[in-house]
């Protein structure tokens, strides 16, 4: 939760700051309170701006100042440390025309702040950071959100922070080592500047040619010129000890002994041991101090760990498994790989008779691992537009894109890179797209199986999902916006109607597919629901009679064709018309039918904006705050 002080020097600025608070707090994570020296209801009255300033500087995350800048600034100048320590500061006029970014842009989210503040209020953000107007990544805080930390290193010129963020802005050669991935790494490959060249490997780097690096990797490296290291947590360490080491010993000889495995510390995801060992005060205070998760795996859970490289029969003979660092490392991580195995270790300055020596192994969290990947994208209805936000990232990352040619129109695969390679899957068997994904993942390289709408409506994806999980290809799923969706909106219909309709039913007609007889339309049909009937035009005289005893003659229907492409096409009637609507467009693929008293219904209101409704957020007209009946 964000502390916000709203600092108004009028009555104008008072108007705005209600608004301000009252619009921030219905956004999750900020408390504001209004300050000035003018008494208003609701207004914590002060005695002045710039003492008030002094006096609470330390106590807010953010101060929003409303008036003139130079009030601003001459109450922060006083109290200013650095771009580290200080709040964000905030400065909106009095009439809310312009909100500008003071302080702590970056660090402190004054930018992002400021964008917010805009928006609710419908004035202009000021942003003149330099990163920010030419479109830059911003160096300071690179990946904060995805809980990446940032090393600075000066090189052998022995660079400043600042300084090294001045080459960046001014477009020196630099270059991005990525070896993890995750949706940031792939942001930065879609959105990188022309002067920077990325690279996978450490070895692929010529320092003699770049200005500056930006290195994404758990790894400690040796740089030749100014270097930001972005850590991920990604590092899986497993953990075995004798019973009672010494904490505080403990702590710092494990963060010694990853940086002399070549790994930095900052990187740590999560400590992992055999169940009984988590209550050791060492695991639990270096968990707490590394702002870790410390898990505990049942000893027949680590036991089932298959190609551990050290398994130990004195570990076995002591607590009933032949492994626990590695083992556990490798659950942690979901994969039986290590960039570190077993090492141990003694801890310095203790005694023979004390207990010193522990045990450790790392493994990297498999999903952050550079490899070969696999997309299931929803292409949506066909508008190109109508892909997810994340599913058009993909595409403009995808080595390879294989989309649905029958169904999906071309126009959304203009959103390869530059380099990529597009086929249609329409004349290939499965057989053949098989080969050419295996061909791609053996190479590490992103591949997007483009289906349209939703994949998992009669999306034709279990059989891959088969194929490559018996082949140990790893993928994943990205939903996409239905054509039922699409019918709402091209029919402009609400689908669930209060007290009439609260169910919509996506199905299909008993065609060369067959389907259950326990979903056969005529059982459907008795809800009288929303019916949407995918893949099932040509049957549109049976479906007509087989709705016809359950659904009134005069039913809206609508007979869809292609929505949102360039060539959509919509028929609208009455369900004892439905035939003939179908026969009238001449159109059999690509349809989908929608029967319901839901289709361009108006009358009925919801509950959830009646003034005489209270809920959560909204306390009925007349009804006291305690009461949410």
Not at 85 to 109: T, Y
Not at 147 to 171: D, P, R
Not at 236 to 250: N, R, Y
């Amino acid at each position: 939760m964000q502390t916000i002080a709203i600092l108004a020097s009028s009555d104008n600025g008072i108007l705005v700051a209600r608004c301000l608070k009252k619009h921030l707090e219905a956004v999750s994570g900020y408390r504001a309170e209004i300050f000035s020296s003018r008494q208003f209801e609701g207004v914590t009255s002060v005695n002045g701006i710039v003492e008030f300033t002094r006096d609470n500087f330390s106590y807010y995350d953010v101060f929003i100042f409303i008036g003139a800048l130079g009030i601003c600034v001459r109450a922060i100048a006083p109290v200013i440390k650095d771009k580290y320590s200080d709040p964000a500061v905030i400065n909106c006029d009095e009439r809310g025309v312009f909100v500008q970014s003071v302080l702590s842009g970056h660090v402190g989210g004054g930018n992002e702040l400021a964008g917010l503040v805009a928006r609710l209020i419908g004035a202009r953000p000021v942003i003149t950071t330099s990163s920010d107007v030419q479109g830059l990544w911003s160096l300071d805080i690179l990946g904060r959100d995805q809980g990446w930390s940032v090393e600075f290193h000066s090189g052998n010129k022995g660079k400043s922070f600042a300084a090294a963020m001045s080459l960046f802005v001014n477009h020196e050669p630099t270059v991005l080592l990525l070896e993890t991935r995750d949706e940031v790494t792939d942001y930065l490959e879609r959105s990188k500047a022309p002067f920077v060249s990325v690279v996978y490997n450490y070895e692929d780097i010529d320092f003699s040619a770049c200005s500056l690096l930006l290195a994404v990797t758990p790894r400690v490296l040796p740089v030749q010129v100014p270097s930001f290291f972005y850590r991920p947590k990604v590092l899986c360490a497993g953990l075995g000890c004798e019973k009672d080491i010494d904490p505080e010993t403990f702590a710092v000889s494990f963060a010694g002994e990853l940086e002399q495995n070549g790994l930095s510390p900052s990187s740590l995801k999560a400590f992992g041991s055999v169940d009984f060992k988590i209550q050791e005060k060492a695991f639990r205070l270096a968990a707490e101090n590394f702002g870790i998760p410390l898990h505990g795996f049942a000893p027949d859970l680590l036991e089932g760990v298959e190609g551990v490289p050290n398994p130990s029969e004195v570990v076995y003979r002591k607590v009933g498994v032949h492994s626990v660092a590695e083992a556990s490392a490798a659950l942690l991580a979901g994969e039986n790989r290590w960039v570190v195995e077993k090492k141990k270790v003694v801890l310095p300055g203790c005694r023979e008779n004390e207990p010193r020596h522990y045990t450790f192994a790392v493994s990297i969290d498999r999903t952050a691992v550079r490899k070969g990947r696999i997309l299931i994208v929803g292409a949506g209805p066909g508008d190109p537009g109508l892909v997810t936000v994340r599913g058009k990232h993909l595409l403009e990352t995808a080595d390879l894109i294989l989309y649905a040619g029958s169904l999906v129109p071309e126009k959304l695969t203009h959103y390869a890179k530059p380099g990529a390679v597009v086929r249609s899957s329409a004349s290939m068997t499965l057989e053949e797209q098989f080969l050419l994904i295996s061909e791609f993942y053996r190479q590490g390289k992103c591949i997007v199986r483009l289906h349209t709408g939703d994949p998992s409506i009669y999306g034709a994806i279990q059989e891959q999902m088969a194929w490559f999980e018996s082949s140990g290809m790893e993928y994943s799923i990205v939903p996409g916006v239905s054509s039922f969706q699409a019918a709402a909106a091209t029919l402009k219909s609400q689908f669930t109607i209060p007290e009439k309709v609260q169910t919509i039913i996506l199905t299909r007609f008993n065609g060369r597919t067959a389907v259950p007889e326990k979903e056969a339309l005529g059982e459907l049909a008795r809800s009288q629901a929303t019916i949407c009937l995918f893949l099932s035009a040509e049957w549109a005289g049976e479906i007509q009679q087989e709705l016809l005893l359950h659904y009134a003659p005069s039913t809206p229907v609508a007979v869809c064709y292609r929505l949102t492409w360039d060539d959509e096409q919509v028929w609208r009637g009455s369900l004892v018309d439905l035939a003939s609507l179908v026969a009238k467009s001449g159109k059999t693929r690509t349809m989908l039918l929608v029967v319901g008293e839901a289709v361009g219904a108006r009358e009925e209101r919801s509950k959830l904006y009646d003034p005489a409704f209270s809920h959560g957020f909204r306390h009925a007209s007349g009804t006291n705050e305690g009461d949410t009946s």
